[in-house]
Each structure stands twice: as structure tokens, then as C-alpha cells.
Antibody
Framework: QLQLQGSGPGLVKPSETLSLTCSVS??????????WGWIRQPPGKGLEWIGN???????FYNPSLESRVTISVDTSKNQFSLRLRSVTAADTAVYYC???????????????????????WGKGTTVTVSS | SVLTQSPSVSGAPGQRVTISCTGS?????????VHWYQQLPGTAPKLLIY???NRPSGVPDRFSGSKSGTSASLAISGLQAEDEADYYC????????????FGTGTKVTVL
């Protein structure tokens, strides 16, 4: 059974870079069908999509965060990573990593970005931005 | 959030409750699929419905999804105590360069 586990510092100073890694077990990241992504949830608030990456390294980012975000992948380690630059208190959140799977009623040869949903979630990593 | 949900709904055990998710012409109204997630207190979200009305294996058939126009709905029939959770809808929005968008979330309380 596929499992994802995020890891990284729980405390980051304002203006610095938040770095998290997601380790995938119980399956390979090499299947090009899937996206691997990050979603966050500020305390007491809703969910916000951050971005995704294919095993090939192709990325898809939230336009509102794109200028500060980099997602990378290392298929040899079955891991993918998130870097969020110039953080502020507003970036304090639980960060979830997960696998995104495509769905289309009509089938597809190559899935489009809008076909995807997160079907496997990691447990979440709490990150606080504070000096 | 781009998708609007009612903040809370409640019902007695055994009753049926419905959660609505309202979007616009750039997301649900454009025909993009709606997916639903259940978040139990202190845990990660879990996929409940994908592609408007499909249940992953293991999700009870008490949960059902539907979509019409710029809105989607999640119905829970035969409400049980373990259904008390936050529920989020999600779709795709094609404004700007495209993004996945979530609903504001609905807290379901079992009376």
C-alpha cells in the first residue's frame, strides 16, 4: 500500500526558505501517469494547493505562489521536495504531500492538468514561521 | 477560496444531510470535475468522491456526489457519529494559468 511521509524543520525564520521532503514507500514514483504534489492548511483554515511534479521533473504551480516555490523530484530515492522562499507568518501551516491521480470519463491518451485529484495523502508536517 | 460551501450542517443519526459547493464559469460551470474530501479532527484529508460522483473502494455508499451548472453537492445518508468531520470540495479553475481550487469547507455535526 502506497504511503507518503513528509519531513523537515518544524520552525523556520521569517524571510528564510522552508524546505520539506516527502518520502514515498510501497510503490514507485516512476509511473509517469501520476503527479506528486503539495497542499497546505493554515491553522483553523481551509486547504490550499501549492504545486505538483511529474517523475520527469515537469512542474505545475499555483500561480499565487509560483514566484516563491520550487518542487523537485529524486526518483532514485523515491522522494520529492518542496522549497518555499521568503516565508512569512502567513506560510505557517500543516503541509501535506500526496499523489495525484488523473480521471476522465472519456478516457485520455495524455492526462491534462485538470484531470487530477489527490487520492493518497501523507499525514502532514507542521511548519511554523517565527523568529 | 474560489469555491463556496456553507460553514456547517448538522443532523441526527440516521438522517440525510447535503453539503453544497458553489463555483463559477471558470471552474465547476466550465465542466471540470468536482472531488470531495473528508477530514476527521486532527488527521489528513481523505478522498471521498472523485469525478463528481465516483466513490473510491472502501468508501460507504452512504456518500454520494452530484453536479449541476456551477454547483456540486455531497449527500450523506444514514448519518453516523463517525461522519462528524470537515468536508471540502475541490475542482480546477482555468483562470490565469490554471490551478486546483478548494471549497471553504463544511463542518458536519452529528447531533
Amino acid at each position: 500500500q502506497l504511503q507518503l511521509q513528509g519531513s523537515g524543520p518544524g520552525l523556520v525564520k521569517p524571510s528564510e526558505t522552508l524546505s520539506l521532503t516527502c518520502s514515498v514507500s510501497g510503490g514507485s514514483m516512476s509511473d509517469s501517469t501520476y503527479y506528486w504534489g503539495w497542499i497546505r492548511q493554515p491553522p483553523g483554515k481551509g486547504l490550499e494547493w501549492i504545486g505538483n511534479i511529474y517523475s520527469s521533473g515537469t512542474t505545475f504551480y499555483n500561480p499565487s505562489l509560483e514566484s516563491r516555490v520550487t518542487i523537485s523530484v529524486d526518483t532514485s530515492k523515491n522522494q520529492f521536495s518542496l522549497r518555499l522562499r521568503s516565508v512569512t507568518a502567513a506560510d505557517t501551516a500543516v503541509y501535506y504531500c500526496g499523489r495525484l491521480t488523473p480521471f476522465s470519463r472519456g478516457g485520455y491518451k495524455q492526462p491534462k492538468n485538470d484531470y487530477y485529484y489527490m487520492d493518497v495523502w501523507g499525514k502532514g508536517t507542521t511548519v511554523t514561521v517565527s523568529s | 477560496s474560489v469555491l463556496t460551501q456553507s460553514p456547517s450542517v448538522s443532523g441526527a443519526p440516521g438522517q440525510r444531510v447535503t453539503i453544497s459547493c458553489t463555483g463559477s464559469s471558470s471552474n465547476i460551470g466550465a465542466g471540470y470535475d468536482v472531488h470531495w474530501y473528508q477530514q476527521l479532527p486532527g488527521t489528513a484529508p481523505k478522498l471521498l468522491i472523485y469525478g463528481d460522483d465516483n466513490r473510491p473502494s472502501g468508501v460507504p455508499d452512504r456518500f454520494s456526489g452530484s453536479k449541476s451548472g456551477t454547483s456540486a453537492s455531497l449527500a450523506i445518508s444514514g448519518l453516523q457519529a463517525e461522519d462528524e468531520a470537515d468536508y471540502y470540495c475541490q475542482s480546477y479553475d482555468d483562470s490565469l494559468s490554471g490551478s486546483y481550487v478548494f471549497g471553504t469547507g463544511t463542518k458536519v455535526t452529528v447531533l
